[in-house]
């Protein structure tokens, strides 16, 4: 295609013919100081003659340049926008601590839960191995789970008891008719407790941070290039501070920085509470919860309260 029919001035198309543009495919493998320099023009017209002659070859170079330019395996940030926003979660089955976390625990991140015992960590870490497998048409993932047990404490009697109430609610509430579906890929994995192995017999420190810091690039690579979700839970210990002992969850300073998401778990007064500590775009806030017979499900408070633990 020749650079006479490109919708530019007389003068332009004379000064590109001169120089030796004499198709339009010439001019896309030019930069524009070149051009300046061999047309004597200034910046902004070889801009606009480089943005006309891509427009009319139907490839947009510029664009194109910007694109190589960013590092491989970057990203910008509207694209990392549209993925927060797009992103596959994992009903925890409580709307309410659902709300504060978006809609659940989100794939392709690290979510870390803690709290004292007794409060329903592994109670919340079974659920969502049952949740995950929803299927698709009632609105879920319609995934597979790993449970990592590092402390011998799973009950197979318990995940039982959730997954048929899990199904029964589907039936309930989805008119959902028994039938054969293939789950597809892992889409949660569960460790409980990431803790277990790190609190005893340790005496090496500097070991255990090395280890613990790279097992948490491990989990956080895995979590994105398979787009699931690592459910951390972990334990408590206390601290001392501002001259009293304080909880706050195990491992350290240092590994409350290697999970995407860290949620805390904590008594208010008689009733269950879970409170997003960390979240590079959730609200801190905190909502309450119930352990009930069926599983995770809404406590009787039906409003948040915006509580600050520890």
């Excluded at 960590?121 to 299927?135: D, M």
């Excluded at 491992?251 to 999970?259: E, F, Q, R, T, V």
């Amino acid at each position: 295609m020749e650079v006479s029919s490109l919708p530019i001035s007389t003068a332009q198309r004379g000064k590109l013919i001169s120089s030796g543009y004499t198709s339009i495919s010439s001019l896309l493998s030019v930069s524009p100081s070149q051009l300046v320099q061999d047309l004597n023009i200034s910046e902004n017209e070889a801009l606009e003659i480089l943005r006309v002659a891509s427009w009319r070859s139907g490839s947009d170079k510029i664009d194109r340049e910007r694109r190589l330019s960013i590092v491989n395996g970057a990203q910008t940030a509207w694209d990392m926008l549209n993925e927060e926003e797009s992103s596959i979660r994992i009903t925890t089955s409580c709307s309410n601590l659902d709300d504060i976390l978006g809609g659940g625990i989100s794939c392709k991140e690290v979510t870390e839960i803690g709290g004292v015992p007794g409060i329903g960590k592994t109670q919340i870490g079974i659920q969502l191995a049952v949740n995950v497998q929803i299927p698709s048409d009632c609105g879920g993932v319609e995934g597979k789970a790993i449970y990592i047990d590092t402390e011998g404490s799973f009950m197979v009697e318990r995940a039982l008891q959730i997954a048929e109430a899990c199904a029964e609610d589907i039936q309930e509430y989805n008119s959902f008719q028994t039938k054969d579906f293939h789950a597809c890929h892992i889409k949660v994995v569960v460790v409980d407790s990431i803790t277990f192995h790190f609190r005893q017999d340790f005496e090496d420190m500097a070991l255990r941070t090395r280890l613990l810091g790279g097992m948490a690039l491990k989990l956080m690579n895995l979590a994105k290039k398979f787009n699931l979700a690592v459910v951390l839970l972990n334990q408590v210990t206390t601290k001392y501070s501002e001259g009293s002992f304080q909880l706050t969850l195990a491992l350290g300073d240092s590994w409350s920085h290697a999970s995407t998401n860290r949620i805390i778990l904590f008594w208010n007064g008689d009733e269950r509470y879970a409170y997003i500590d960390k979240s590079p775009y959730m609200k801190s806030a905190s909502a309450p919860y119930a352990v009930t017979q069926k599983g995770i499900r809404n406590s009787t408070s039906s409003k948040y309260k915006r509580v600050k633990l520890m």
